[in-house]
């Protein structure tokens, strides 16, 4: 029986393993992880280490990446930016997967009012661009590494929300949830035990896709002034700051701008090869 089941886990991750863009996003996501964990020793230097002799200074040896207005190096800047980047992503797992999924398994499995209550008040949330109820939570908040990261987390709530609710209507009808009430199972039980588990592919595979929005929404509202604040090194801060120099050192902007490209592709070719792994229809025998 073990050796059946490790050669469908095998057989499945071969299948995930052929997805070569899925491959290529996994390979992002974890050099970033990497970068992430290790940034303290990856960084030639502090994020705000100041140099004048070397203001808005070309890629060079000793900088790679070059300088920023204050002679700062720009590829310290980047790999110590990526650790809020990459925390926007998770927070919006933690906040926006938790709240969403919470309210979308209340609203599709209690239905009726529960459910027109709360599909209500996610299609108005819904119709507004999710940058904007990040602009909004923000101003409430105040401005900051946490606020931001909160807010975007917020904003995610009602898409996973929707996403839940609709797999939970589907299942909640289906003959084995319907024996298990008959049989006296708690709603609880069925919600968090039955019902739950067939969602969490849907909330995995949208969540990953997600964070990749989160780190270009977080570097947006930086962008703008209304997230991180300098001298931390937001990439949007570090974008917005270049713009100002963008005849004469490009590299300022240039570079970190790379850098969200790049960390956002990775998390869609990652998220998009989830997908067809996860959903039966498009696995191959």
Known sequence: ??????????????????????????????????????????????????????????????????????????????????????????????????????????????????????????????????????????????????????????????RFARLIRGYVISIRELEYVEAIRALGGSHLRIIFRHILPNCLSAVLVYGTLAMGMAILAESALSFLGLGIQPPMPSWGVMIATGKEYIRTSPHMSLFPGLCITITVMGFNFFGDGLRDFLDPKFRRD
């Open 1 to 158: 029986m073990e050796r059946e089941i490790f050669k469908v886990r095998g057989k499945f991750l071969l299948q995930f393993a052929r997805n070569k863009l899925a491959m290529v996003g996994l390979v992002i996501i974890g050099m970033l992880a990497l970068v992430a964990v290790f940034a303290p020793y990856l960084a030639p230097e502090g994020y705000n280490a100041m140099d004048l002799a070397r203001v808005q200074q070309g890629p060079t040896g000793d900088c790679p990446l070059g300088t920023d207005e204050f002679g700062r190096s720009v590829l310290s800047r980047i790999i110590w930016g990526c650790r809020i980047s990459l925390g926007a992503g998770v927070v919006v797992l933690l906040i926006g997967g938790t709240l969403g999924s919470l309210l979308g398994l209340t609203a599709g499995y209690f239905g009726q009012t529960v459910d027109q209550v709360i599909s209500r008040i996610v299609d108005i949330l819904l119709t507004f661009p999710y940058i904007l109820i990040a602009i909004a939570i923000v101003s409430i908040l105040g401005q900051g590494l946490q606020q931001t990261m909160i807010a975007v987390g917020l904003s995610y709530v009602p």
